[in-house]
């Protein structure tokens, strides 16, 4: 049995149980300690998967395969973690307690995206969704006072298990029909032709997943979960959390599923019409940044949808790169709004009135991201779309891009508000107080939402070669 | 290696605007030269390119092509013709003299400076660009500085005006760049460069579809009749630097692009919608006039003669004989300047009477007699008097038009031509009631005006009358670039 392909999972596994005890058992709350060690984990589990781990190797008897998507979306879910602790030990303060186990259910999320990058067997996918899906569960009830974190964290925890039984129920109809879990093995036993059952599972797994990912109409816990977790858990939440469903959504789909796209793509397309518009729609009339965010990110969702209605290599490696943009303009949008409403106490949009005068470089980060979710150039959610829209045509989807860039449109309006309050109205004047390593994370979300939009050629690249 | 005088001319603006940023917030003075002095090379160089340039040869001059990415077939392709640099140099000036007029804007310096110079770079890429993806870019480019500078100076509807603005125009965008897709992926040549897609050979259905989703994306930037509602909000609640380079530029985008991607590139279907546009275009005409004349405001008036303006383009673009074409090319310029002085001096009375109602004006010839002076030779160029530069683009517009020598045609001629007559009345009307009959207002004298304005008006004065006089100066080179794209 060889485990050197899982070395930096392990060592995450590792770094995570010793900033749990060194929390326990050392003095004080550990408000330090915690992130420091956790940070350190995730570096060397980089540094391993980098230098250390052989590649194109399976682990666990073929449970899990590192090949160079696997390579790609471990070093961008490590990545993301780094800019999730910094952003926790700025928010994450004296006031709360358990510094340790917030921390190593934060690892733990990682951990689970990482596995489910590699995964190649239904089992490992079902465990690796339920290991970020339990950590996240708890994460969004992590401010035990506070009601909204508690009802948060209930809805997330009810509807995200209902939606964990139908993934397995739709797991146990493809071992049914095949005997086997292994998504090789599947695409080779599935018989052929349509089987009314291999149908009913199709529906079950996309529903399952479409809940991790917030598409409509599984989008019901989102906003809520949204507003009522601690915003840094939101962060995760709308980016592990999601790609980490969508990573499952392809490994399934193309992996396993891969010869009945002309039934799935179908289903897919269904869903990325609704969250499209019912996402840009519902964010229209919303007064609070989280729940903006929230169908914001339902309506990305759609968006990247649009990539599993047609079979293109091209639509892979769009995909990878509007992922990449996502990830970007989401947490920088996400890290101004967490300091924003920890000086003003407050995440309705009128809490951002006059930013841009008080605190102008996070008004035009805010502008940035903001512009860039909507998708104008020169941000990289342009290239996201960009790249989308232009493999939807190729392949004949016309009709998905029109929809596409009308709610673009419409988008605007909601994204837009945003940045209306920052400039165009008069604030309090009071300025929020920008901690050292958010800002960190905001420049770096800041210097790639450039850079991505500037140099598509090198993040174009890096996305051929992970889906190659 | 010859110097990348595009590349120079596109960017520098692009630095001071980054440079402004960066300037103390104080010193007011400091910011605002620094935006002057930052826009002054792109005009320097623009009147290089123009002595530079063969104005005999049509195709592209001064080209860069530098791969940018190639996974997609992406360039960073820069060229200027005949038709592009006459926009190139009209930007640069009307830049200049926006920042020039802006001197006494007193609140949020650095936003307001380094918007107007990254507007610039925004639209001399638009005039530039010759890749599809970056001709977009730069389109695209133009809305933010824009929004920003309509909803943080404007007037009282500016939240309105601005979103209005925003939208409507995204809107019109987006659908050009799903036809752009389009035709990138039937053209069969695997590319987004203009000057190759030229070649591009489509099927009639494919090639009107992308000439139904580009013409949106034009119409709305022109703006031709019905696409035309955001334009009087924008203008009349933006301040006067963004109303000179919203009426002066942005307008000229939409007629640009008809004649850089719309004719060259899609024939057939420019061919096959040219009655359609022809018809608009008289529409927009006449509309734009009547709607002008039962303006109360003077801004208004001012915003809905560029509608009715903008129509002899669009007459000149359908009917797309060379006479036509040089005399749409020649408009642009000529509307360019004259609407963009008509915004400086609605300002400058603006800033003296505090209204823009014409029923409080009156008179102001006898209180401020250079300011009126000046209103009434812009009007009358405005209105096509032979021998200013308004003259010449209605006048090959109308006599190329003609020339097709079809009862359609002619027809619209007749019309358009009744749209010169109402021109004149709303204007000769606006002047009796302006700066004619009795003065009203309570202020006893008006302040006379100053060097620095004077400044901003002597040069658009001197290119109106240099254009009216001798047109050659711009013809010659507007001529060798239309020949190779008339149909």
Redesign the interface.
Known sequence: MNLDALLPEISIFVFAVVALFAVLLGKGKGRLTAPLISVLGVIVSIALLIFIVPFNREALYGWLSADSFSYFFRILFMNIGIMMIFLSADFINDDDRHHGEYYFLLLMVVLGAMLISSANDLIMIYISIELISFPAYILAGFRKRDVKSNEASVKYFILGTLASAMLLYGMSLVYGLTGTTNLIEISQALPGGLDPIFLISVVMIIAGVGFKIAAVPFHFWSPDTYEGAPITVTTLLATISKLAGFVALYRILIFAFGDFAGIWSKVIAVLAVLSMVFGNLIALPQNNIKRLLAYSGIAHVGYMLICFTFPSADARWSLIVYFLAYIFMNIGAFSVAMIVEKTKKSSELSSFAGIGYSNPYLGVAMTIFMMSLVGLPPFAGFIGKLYVFKSAVENGQLYLVIIGVITSVISLYFYLKVVRQMYFEKGDGIKVEVPILTLVVITICVIYTLLIALYPEFFTRIAISATS | MQVDLLSLLLFLPLVGAIII?FLPRKSAAGIKWVSLIFSLPSLFISFVLYFLMDHSNGGMQFSINLP?????G?SYHLGVDGISLPLIILTAILTTISIIASWNINE?LKGYFSLILLLETGMLGVFVALDF?LF??FW??V??PM??LI??WGGPR??YAS?KF??YT??GS??M??GI??L??NSGLGTFDMTELVGAKLKPAIENLVFILTFLGFAVKVPIWPFHTWLPDAHVEAPTAGSVLLAGILLKMGAYGFMRVSLPILPEGSRFFASMIAILAVISIIYGALAAMAQKDLKKLVAYSSVSHMGYVMLGVAANTPAALNGAVIQMVSHGLITGMLFLLVGLIYERTHTRMISDLGGLATKIPIISGILAFTSFSSLGLPGLSGFWGEFFVLLGAFSKATVFYKTMVYIAAIGVVITAGYLLWMLQRVILQTYKLKEESLPRINGRELLTLVPIIILIVLIGVYPAVILKMINSAILLISG
């Open positions: 940023l940018w990415v190639r996974s997609i992406l949020k993806i977009y870019i695209e480019l809305l933010l929004f920003f909803g943080v500016k939240d979103i925003f939208i995204l809107l987006v659908l760049l799903v897709l389009v990138y992926f």
